[in-house]
């Protein structure tokens, strides 16, 4: 049986208000769209934010997303079809829709991306963030220098950002699924200590490298909520490591935002 849950994304508070009285605002026409290998998320201007898991819907056992890219297009076009089918009013057409993509995601994992998103709602336009610069958005943390970790089910990644910017990332195909499935914590905690020294050594992020190791490493997805994996990743790294405040909606909060800036400017790119 298929039951979404509800997945608490919080329109800014400049956004418009939906009203049903004569001559109100009604919110852009616009959707943000995260397929993660553990969840699929979806967030609509004016409806909010639905999730459920990436396999065992849609009438099959198939995982449609793996290590972060489709595998299943038809059966992730079913999952996600079936989500938004559960908001009250059907979406209009044309929407302007965000979608949270892996870094170094290449040009055929990107399509397949996009493949689904058409599919589903015939957008008028289809823009592309990076899932951990739309972590950066959602969890307010994008001015600046900043360290950010996204440790999902099946993929991890982490990045430097600059203003909100991504100067340098890098992606691991470990996860919290590796952990449930028997692969020790210290796993996966290496791994992101190691992404994190890499980045830190790369000659495009000196400048910005001081200011984010004061402010520490801000952590997004599955892996913020597992105490263990967080205190190893601060003892090997030997700074700050904070999980954001709603790391499972962080990414979908980020491109939510951005998906109303693009529907209200559509000359922004």
Known sequence: MFVPTVVPVPQPSTGPRTDARPGATTPPNAI????????????????G??????????GTSRVPVRRGRVVDGPGCTGVLSQLIRQYRDPIPAGPVVVVCRPVQTTTTEQHALGQVVEAVFAPSRVLFIDTVRAAAIGAGAATGGLLVVDIGAEISEAAILRDGRVTAARRTDIGTRDLTHGAPTEMLSHAVARMIKELCGDAATRAVVPTALRRGLLVVGDGAGTPDLIAQIAANLRIPVQAASAPWTAALTGAGLAALSAARHPSTR
Do not use: E, K
């Open 32 to 47: 943000a769209v995260s397929l993660g290998s553990g969840r699929i998320q979806v967030w609509a201007a004016g409806r």
């Open 49 to 58: 934010g639905l999730g459920c898991p990436s396999a065992g819907t849609a």
